[in-house]
């Protein structure tokens, strides 16, 4: 009898073993879980309770319980040596990739403010040659420090739990794990579901953006046909007036850090964009058509909604299948260009300008000089392109010129040439300033270029933004899936005083798609074609704007006049703002009123979204292509 006694200790020590171990990783692996939420939260300047963060935290427990429930179900069961063998690989490799997951999805948020998951890894893996930049800026000290820290949670832990070898009774560990994964159901406070991180970690990370088949399937009927959104533009006869034009795209550029939009106080930081406003047509409401540049371009350069998709499948060729600015300006006579400093390869930018239909172009590649230094991770300080746009605008005949230019420094990380680059979110914001003032030098040079030159008398100047950039106003950052006015609301001046006369407002609902009917319609070239934008000098303002998030099925903004509505696609309630009254979007109508007025605007939105879908499902695009790369491009001035 003593000795059975004493067999039992020692055959039940294996099982023992691999229970610590699976509890020992567990709590660190939660704690790891609930450290990196914190952090996230605390950049997000969550305004909580004691409860709400509780609601918060522990389902991030819970998510943990439900990764280690197989390996807890099977660690007392296995009677083979090859079943253990099994076991303790699949063991570390489920938590080898735990933990690497973990480390890269909180090193995704502290850079970018969004959440990484398979949708995005996915887009990244697709892309890895054009995101290289990206990625290894990434790699910095801090990503380095939280690997260690990973590596040696997974290592010791597995140590400490092959050590301590409790005597953990076989059923007391599954009852715990059924406990907390119970956590995984606590029904959220209402800071919780309006918070953009209410999802766990690892949930957030599995999980597909839901679709939303049944609500389009109702609003199907109410769809007008295709034809109706858009029908393509052709030109009946020559312009009336040929001035030249030139188009400058300010990158990640916010309306209250531009003048007039900014406060006064702000504008002897941009004392360029500040006289240019002083002598300009000036949009009070315009917007984005998507909250990422590549999208953007689209809506811009060819007045039409791009696909709702994250894919740039416009750059893919014969995929834009839209006559868009340089097509038809060229057909007028104009000779057009595309530059900007940022590098060609990134979205194949090259594949999307000739697609627009632009003669020639110029990135990174062909614009690197000495003297110029890098602007972050996508290229080249803009002030590079200055001389060169000059330059190629003076080597042309008697031929009016279309030109546009997009700028750089003031897309993250915001570094100002010859400045060092910072991970520090907290730093982010006055760094942007920084390459706010920056981008108003290079507005400045361009203009006493063109002074010099004789071309400012002769040229319409259209200043623009793609889109804004938040810094954790609506607890997110960046702009990819922004759908707030930080981002959407974007500024649009028109300088061409020759033509206009002098400085005014331009009150309305205006788009970038907008633009093309606009500079049409300026130009007295006679057209037909049914657009959905319209012509901003001539007409009033839109009944309602749409704009777009660059990640598919995320979030979609609608503005009828004062009422803002945020559509989240199901991941969050659809939310409303009175921008009268609130302009900076912090106080949410929609608890307040009736859901057949949300179920109403709800419906508007789903409208447009499948008006879009509808158009290019008619227009589908390759699915795969070869990148196109300039054989010519504008030389750069000595």
Not at 28 to 40: D, E, G, M
Not at 461 to 483: K, M, N, S, T, Y
Request: glycine share 6%; hydrophobic share 45%.
């Amino acid at each position: 009898m003593k000795h059975l006694a004493d067999s039992k200790p020692s055959s039940a020590k294996p099982a023992e073993q691999r229970l610590t171990t699976i509890l020992v990783q567990s709590i660190l692996l939660a704690l790891l879980l609930v450290a990196f939420r914190i952090t996230k939260e605390r950049i997000l300047h969550l305004d909580a309770s004691l409860l709400d963060w509780l609601v918060l935290l522990l389902p991030e427990v819970g998510s943990v319980a439900l990764l280690e429930g197989l390996f807890v179900v099977t660690a007392t069961r296995l009677r083979s040596r090859t079943a253990v063998v099994v076991w303790w690989t699949s063991f570390g490799v489920v938590h080898f990739l735990a933990y690497a997951l973990i480390v890269l999805e909180h090193t995704f948020f502290l850079h970018s403010g969004i959440r990484l998951d398979l949708d995005l890894v996915g887009y990244a893996l697709d892309n890895f040659m054009m995101l290289q930049g990206m990625i290894a800026y990434g790699v910095d000290h801090g990503f380095v420090i939280r690997v260690v820290v990973a590596l040696s949670f997974l290592v010791l832990g597995t140590l400490v739990g092959l050590r301590a070898c409790l005597p953990i009774p076989e059923q007391a560990l599954p009852v715990t794990v059924l406990g907390c994964m119970a956590l995984l159901v606590i029904p959220p406070t209402t800071a919780v579901r309006n918070a953009g991180l209410a999802t766990t970690t690892l949930g957030g990370f599995l999980r597909s953006k839901p679709g939303f088949d049944t609500e389009a399937q109702k609003a199907q009927e109410a769809l007008p046909p295709p034809a109706e959104l858009y029908t393509a533009p052709r030109l009946l006869g020559p312009p009336e007036r040929t001035p030249n034009v030139l188009l400058l795209i300010l990158e990640s550029t916010r309306t209250d850090v531009t003048p007039p939009y900014a406060p006064e106080d702000f504008w002897h930081r941009t004392p360029a964009l500040s006289r240019l406003a002083d002598e300009s047509l000036v949009v009070d409401h315009a917007y984005s058509t998507v909250t990422h540049t590549s999208k953007a371009l689209t809506g811009i350069l060819c007045g039409m909604y791009p696909r709702q998709a994250m894919r740039i499948l416009e750059s893919l060729e014969d995929s834009l299948q839209l006559p868009c600015l340089p097509h038809l300006l060229a057909e007028a006579g104009y000779r057009t260009a595309f530059m900007q400093t940022a590098y060609g390869r990134f979205e194949n930018r090259p594949g999307l300008i000739r697609n627009m239909g632009f003669e020639q172009a110029a990135f990174q590649e062909t614009l690197r000089r000495p003297g110029f230094g890098t602007t972050g991770y996508l290229g080249l300080d803009e002030m590079a392109m200055v001389d060169p746009a000059v330059g190629w605008l003076d080597q042309g005949g008697p031929e009016p010129f279309f030109l546009t230019l997009l700028t750089l420094s003031t897309h993250h990380p915001y570094q100002v040439p010859g400045q060092p680059v910072t991970t520090d979110v907290a730093e982010h914001h006055a760094r942007y300033i920084e390459a706010i003032e920056h981008q108003d030098r290079v507005v400045a040079a361009l203009l006493d270029r063109l002074e010099e030159t004789g071309h400012m008398d002769d040229t319409v100047l259209v200043v623009l933004g793609d889109h804004g950039e938040a810094f954790g106003e609506h607890r997110r950052l960046q702009h990819d899936i922004v759908p707030y006015e930080e981002v959407v609301h974007v500024p649009l001046l028109i300088h061409a005083p020759a033509l206009l006369g002098p400085s005014r407002h331009i009150s309305g609902l205006r788009h970038q798609v907008d633009l093309l009917p606009t500079l049409l319609d300026l130009l007295g070239v006679p057209w037909q074609g049914k657009l959905p934008g319209r012509d901003i000098l001539e007409t009033p303002g839109h009944e309602r704007v749409y704009s777009s998030c660059w990640f598919a099925n995320t979030c979609l903004a609608m503005r009828e006049g004062d009422r803002k509505w945020v559509f989240h696609y199901g991941l969050r309630p659809t939310e409303a703002f009175d921008l009268a009254t609130d302009p900076g979007e912090t106080h949410n109508l929609a608890p307040a009123l009736s859901p057949e007025t949300i179920h109403a605007a709800e419906q508007k939105i789903l409208e447009f979204r499948l008006s879009v879908d509808a158009w290019w499902a008619e227009h589908p695009a390759q699915t795969s292509g070869p990148e196109r790369w300039w054989q010519e491009a504008p030389p750069p001035a000595p």
